[in-house]
């Protein structure tokens, strides 16, 4: 087990030992002691409240559960492998479904205000321009000058394009200056200057959608697949293949960008080089070349860390490049170079070259150019023949092998080279590669070389992707010619190894070389050995992201198969509806283990408890914009509480059999009729909670509507009450009946919210009213008389006895003058949800998910229409783009009085501004079982 004491383990990607296993002062369960490799701020030694577990290094010890433990082996790994290609298919699926949806909402408002929609449009730019009457435009001011930080190279900006020789070897050296930390940044306008002047070479040197380039006769053409940011894999592949120049070009095959967090310093690389001996380096398009991808999986924050004071001129600037990139490439007429694939329908090399490509990816396909446009950087080949949907979802398609030959025949080539997604082959001893071969040779297709042994090869050059894959890289090499075609794989060292070894190879190159081969195999070694902990970690992120996103359908579906309506399951019927509702790829009974969910005495499932423990939350770390959550709390229970008398109404009359019971489907249809102030999303967000409270056990699942009604209770909250002793500790709660019953003397009476002294249909409105027809005298005070007779009419109160009356008359003067005045009346009440779990918390977890999911990336794409160059709006302005986006939806997810609460709440700075990226950046995914750490 993973979990023993003097087991190697990896906790979150982190390395380390079991030091201690058993029960932690106070906190309930099993515990592990783990001394990790890095020391942190906030970490122990062992040590808790004054009891030693363990002996351990300052700052390096936690407590955690021990199922978030994995031992440091390769044992699962490839399990834990696939099923991670699982999750990057449904990351990529969801985006895409998303966008598309929206976007097909925005063009229907677009048509309905008398605009005719363009043939693909993204829903968020249709958000910017209901925003703004244009669209945001980059910002051509010049930065201001900077000074050189030590080892920068300089340049002269007014040379029109032209680096000084060295430059791009210098710029390489300086990234590598601070070793494994973070490199040091060139000055914003050398950035600009690169980057600008890789534009204009793109757009003068390459106008059509198709590169043709050749392999030099003495030297060789290397093409790279994805690097996603891994600046380490690209020096690596220098070390090991030679640096860009005249007799050595560089074919990269798109998605530099996003998920590391170096992939600025990738392309200021390559462009300097590409600058410096033009026609080195090529680039072609990926589908994360691409606005949207980038505002959401990480580019687009890279820049902004670097380089705040310009972030926004810089992030337009790149996606102009990235329009300009092509969307093929050819190699001496005989290899087609795509980013993901080909189209659905095979098409002729002409036909390519003459499409619009300067634009951004289609969202929705929509005619032949769309396709073609679309396919070229998300398709995938399949086994089997045809054309089928992707996995990725959206519009994605699979190829098969005869429509690669088809393909290859009808343009005469012999290859489709290929990147997009990580290999699942894996080599002899177990290790994944950083290739595959697809659809065998055809005979009407000729091939290069004898290396060639299919008619489509993938090529991924981002070693141990994303840290958690263990995978190889690898590129392909052509020497001299295109039938002298290698692949070669690599591990990529750390650049502090690496600059070791270049010092090194200056005076023993092939032996060096040789170490340097022994260091990528043992590094291979320990990397699998970890990995397969690793990458169990990072699964357990991506499940727990996808339960709470589906978190009410699965309720629905667990409580529709429950017989017993006892909110539990068998294992083997939990398994069925998790890859029933959530994706049946998946191993649900290897993750059924991995949660550690059946109950050891039982052998069930609680399918509500499990539930419960999933949900986003809002956590700024400066505890900014925090109230939001308490208001939307205290108005859900609000809006019940104003609604108890109709709701009560609704259900006698329903109820025809007079036994107290509703079924949930009439019970939902009430709650969304009466005006509380909820949707229907959110009702059905709230069955959870309400079922396990609220249903009377052998109904056959109905509620009991007096259960649900007492859930929601007026307390008595005034900050100047007695302490209730004796004969009168009653009191406290039974004025909670007070206040309710006060309520539905205010509805009963005819008088409509409109016409009440405070005009508001909330209990604070009602309350006002009654103390307003209660108070005869219009003195502003209710004499204790006044008060006692206003009891006496109340329905909890006619039966009572004057000495009980009385008792309550006094308990409320707090002062003993006589009398209550209006504002301690009045902040009397207090409502609160009578239960442990929170219906107010239900609705709070529904808007959460709500922003986490659906609003965060088309809030950051809207909010580039406001040409914020720092990240920060005005609240009107948050207020204006929640409110857009929200209504994009249909319906509205989140109602009017939730965004009010929300606005209300922000954080404002002392120039009216909120940061809108540290806002969305606050939300986060937990999972209340493994998150939880003791130190």
């Known amino acids: 087990m993973a979990a023993e004491v003097g087991t190697k383990i990896v906790w979150k990607g982190e390395h380390g030992e079991v030091k201690y296993k058993g029960p932690v002062d106070t906190s309930p369960g099993m515990w592990v002691g783990l001394e990790l490799e890095k020391a942190k701020e906030g970490r122990g030694n062992g040590k808790r409240n004054g009891q030693t577990y363990f002996d351990g290094k300052e700052k390096h010890c936690i407590f955690v559960r021990p199922p978030t433990v994995c031992a440091a082996t390769n044992d699962g790994f490839k399990s834990a492998f696939s099923q991670m290609q699982v999750f990057e298919s449904i990351a990529e699926g969801e985006l895409l479904q998303q966008t598309q949806a929206s976007a097909s909402t925005a063009n229907s408002i ?34 201001a000058a900077e000074a050189l930080a030590k080892g920068c190279p300089d340049l002269d900006l007014s040379k029109n394009g032209e680096l000084p020789e060295g430059y791009p070897e210098k710029l390489v050296q300086f990234y590598k200056s601070n070793g494994n930390g973070v490199p040091p940044q060139i000055p914003a306008q050398h950035m600009l200057y690169i980057l600008k002047h890789s534009i204009k070479y793109y757009h003068q040197k390459l106008p059509s959608a198709l590169n043709h380039i050749k392999v030099p006769e003495i030297g060789n053409l290397v093409v790279c697949g994805d690097t996603h940011g891994q600046l380490e894999d690209l020096l690596w592949i220098f070390f090991k293949h030679g640096q860009p120049g005249s007799d050595r070009i560089y074919l990269m095959n798109g998605d530099i960008a996003d998920r590391g967090d170096l992939a600025l310093e990738i392309y200021l690389i390559l462009m300097a080089f590409n600058l410096r001996h033009p026609g080195c380096v090529w680039i072609n398009k990926g589908n994360h070349e691409d606005n949207l991808l980038n505002l959401r999986y990480g580019f687009d924050q890279e820049i902004k860390d670097k380089y705040p004071s310009v972030h926004r001129q810089v992030y337009n600037e790149f996606q102009v490049l990235f329009k300009a990139f092509p969307m093929a490439t050819v190699i001496d007429d005989r290899v087609f170079v795509v980013h993901g694939g080909l189209t659905r329908k095979p098409v002729r090399l002409g036909l390519i070259d003459g499409l619009d490509h300067r634009r951004e990816i289609p969202d929705a396909p929509k005619g032949f150019q769309d396709l073609v446009f679309y396919d070229s950087v998300w398709s995938d080949p399949q086994d089997q023949k045809g054309v089928t949907p992707n996995p990725r979802g959206g519009d994605t398609i699979q190829f098969g092998p005869d429509v690669t030959a088809k393909f290859l025949a009808m343009n005469k080539l012999s290859l489709v080279i290929r990147s997009h997604q990580v290999p699942e082959n894996l080599d002899a001893d177990g290790y994944p590669r950083g290739f595959s071969w697809h659809h065998p040779i055809d005979g009407k297709v000729t091939p290069l070389c004898a ?47 690496l600059v070791e070894v270049e010092q090194e190879t200056k005076d023993a190159t092939d032996q060096i070389r040789n170490v340097v081969a022994s260091k990528e195999k043992s590094s291979h070694q320990r990397m699998m050995a970890a990995s397969a902990g690793i990458l169990k970690s990072a699964l357990m992120d991506e499940i727990k992201t996808l339960i709470v996103r589906k978190k009410t359908e699965l309720f629905e579906w667990f409580w529709a198969v429950d017989p017993e309506k006892d909110l539990h399951v068998s294992p083997e019927i939990w398994q069925e509806g998790c890859a029933t509702v959530l994706n049946d790829a998946l191993d649900w009974e290897e993750i059924q283990g991995m949660l550690a969910l059946v109950d050891g005495q039982s052998g069930m499932i609680n399918y509500s408890h499990f539930l419960s423990r999933f949900h986003v939350k809002f956590n700024n770390k400066l505890g900014l914009h925090s109230g939001f959550q308490r208001v939307i709390t205290e108005r859900c229970y609000e809006m019940l509480l104003v609604s108890d008398l109709s709701m009560r109404e609704t259900f006698a009359v329903l109820d025809r059999n007079d036994d107290g019971l509703i079924c949930l489907r009439e019970f939902q249809e009430v709650l969304a ?30 509620l009991k509507i007096e259960d649900f009604l007492a859930r929601v209770q007026a307390k008595y909250s005034s900050t100047n009450k007695k302490v209730a002793e004796g004969e009168q500790v009653w009191i406290p709660e039974f004025l909670g009946k007070v206040m309710k019953d006060a309520i539905h003397s205010v509805q009963r009476s005819g008088v409509r919210p409109e016409q009440m002294v405070m005009p508001s249909a909330t209990p604070m409105g009602y309350l006002t009213q009654f103390f307003h027809m209660t108070d005869a005298d219009q003195s502003g005070f209710l004499e204790n008389d006044e008060f006692k007779k206003a009891l006496q009419k109340l329905p909890c109160c006619k039966d009572m006895g004057d000495d009980k009356l009385s008792a309550i008359v006094g308990y409320c003067d707090a002062d003993g003058n006589g009398r209550l005045n209006y504002l301690e009346f009045l902040h009397m009440l207090h409502m609160e949800d009578n239960s442990n779990s929170s219906l107010g918390e239900d609705i709070l977890d529904h808007v959460n998910r709500t922003i986490y999911f659906d609003f965060r990336v088309p809030m950051r794409r809207a909010f580039q229409s406001f040409n914020s160059e720092d990240g920060r709006i005005t609240a009107a302005q948050f207020e204006k783009l929640l409110s857009t986006v929200n209504e994009q939806k249909s319906p509205p997810p989140i109602s009017g009085e939730q965004i009010k609460a929300l606005i209300e709440t922000l954080s404002v700075s002392d120039d009216g501004k909120v940061d809108l990226h540290d806002f969305l950046d606050s939300f986060e995914i937990i999972d209340e079982v493994f998150d939880e750490v003791l130190v």
Do not use: W
């Open 673 to 702: 009729d009466l005006g509380t102030g909820m949707n229907k999303p959110q009702i059905q967000a709230l069955m959870k909670t309400i079922i396990q409270h609220g249903c009377h056990p052998g109904s056959g699942g109905k």
């Open 451 to 497: 290396q060639q042994t299919g008619m489509c090869l993938t090529v991924f050059s981002a070693s141990n992707y994303c840290g958690n894959n263990a995978n190889m890289g690898a590129v392909v090499m052509f020497n001299n010619s295109v039938q002298n075609m290698e692949i070669m794989e690599h591990i990529a060292q750390d650049i502090e190894y």
């Open 110 to 143: 677009r048509a309905g205000e008398g605009a005719s929609a363009p043939p693909q449009k993204r829903a968020s730019q249709a958000i910017i321009e209901s925003l703004s009457p244009t669209a945001a435009k980059p910002v051509d001011a010049a930065p």
